[in-house]
């Protein structure tokens, strides 16, 4: 088993849907959780921490379920410029800064 | 200035030269870190820097050796590269790599695409 499973899509949406991805880790005693936004060629960006009791940014929510090791974004109102791969991240447990990436996520926004 | 800044941005080598890659942050970060991404792939992480002192190699073959000057610069210097380790190379820093409890978001710099022929 991966240590953090996403599902690589592609999602292609219109503009303007809501689009949920989802996202598996396998070490309960991982800490801290991320999501970060790739566009092809370019570094990955941090588009979220993700905490306990969740956390929203705009048309961005973020939710952790550690009792099922499970992490979630939702885009609300997708744009074109939404249009990228989004990367479920984790840290480990031991805090060494270390973290784990996820597969990705690719999302295409249409017209 | 949230910037991590990495030169060149791009680089092609044969086998036998001696190249390397730079990066540079004036965040205040103290930990700064070195990964290689294939295409189609996450990022791998390869090294990491906390205060200035080596804290994790992931088992990095010899011919990539890692450097850091000092807080705010890092390395990784380059020789008899194989083809397949042509990547897009990237450094990225954070507050800290071992406050416990604390969320060190790290921030990547835009990378090296790195062509061994």
């Known amino acids: 088993r991966k240590e953090v499973e996403q599902d690589p899509g592609p999602f292609n949406v219109p503009e303007g849907a809501t689009v949920a991805f989802n996202c598996t880790y396998s070490?309960?005693?991982?800490?801290?959780f991320f999501w970060y936004r790739q566009d092809c060629r370019k570094e990955p960006k941090l588009l979220m921490s993700v905490y306990s009791s969740g956390n929203e940014d705009g048309r961005f929510t973020a939710q952790l379920n550690r009792a099922s090791q499970y992490i979630s974004l939702l885009i609300r109102d997708s744009k074109l410029s939404d249009s990228a791969t989004y990367l479920c991240?984790?840290?480990?447990?031991?805090?060494?800064?270390?973290?784990?990436f996820g597969q990705g996520t690719t999302l295409q926004v249409k017209p | 200035d949230t910037e991590v800044t990495q030169t060149p941005k791009h680089l092609v080598m044969g086998m036998t030269n001696k190249k390397s890659l730079k990066c540079e942050q004036h965040?205040?970060?103290?930990?700064m870190y070195w990964y290689k991404q294939k295409a189609k792939k996450p990022p791998e992480l390869m090294f990491v820097y906390s205060y200035e002192k080596l804290s994790i190699n992931e088992s990095v073959p010899s011919r990539f050796s890692p450097e850091c000057p000092n807080s705010s610069l890092l390395n990784l210097h380059l020789h008899a590269l194989q083809p397949e380790d042509s990547a897009l190379y990237l450094c990225?820093?954070?507050?800290?790599?071992?406050?416990?409890?604390?969320?060190?978001?790290?921030?990547f710099g835009p990378g090296t695409r790195l062509t061994v022929l």
């Open positions: 965040m205040g970060h103290r930990a």
């Open positions: 070490n309960s005693a991982s800490q801290s």
């Open positions: 991240v984790v840290e480990g447990s031991s805090n060494t800064g270390k973290l784990i």
């Open positions: 990225a820093s954070s507050q800290e790599g071992r406050l416990a409890g604390a969320y060190n978001e790290q921030f």
